[in-house]
């Protein structure tokens, strides 16, 4: 499982769609959850097996970090470093 921030633009979305496509579960951590539903739905329709979770995370701001930490933590198996 891999967490990518900024998955819905840039090089956080050729990422997550390179990560995607190798079979990976990506997380897609974007502060606007519209727009990262956008880039799932953009990769999903390329590849149709892509195990992608949207999940609001504002790294400038620790409450949103908090949350993001608080709500992946019982849904992800162990993580590791």
């Keep these: 499982m891999f967490v990518v921030t900024g998955a819905n ?3 956080g979305l050729a990422t997550t769609r390179a990560l995607a ?10 502060r606007d959850e519209a727009k990262g539903h956008r880039a799932a739905a953009e990769i999903t329709a390329q590849h149709p097996d892509a195990r992608l979770e949207v ?8 409450d949103s ?17």
């Design 9 to 11: 633009s840039g090089l």
């Design 21 to 30: 496509l190798k079979g990976a579960t990506v997380i897609l951590a974007v």
């Design 55 to 62: 999940r609001r995370l504002d790294l400038s701001d620790l």
């Design 65 to 81: 970090v908090r949350d993001f930490a608080t709500t992946c933590a019982p849904t992800t198996p162990a993580w590791t470093y």
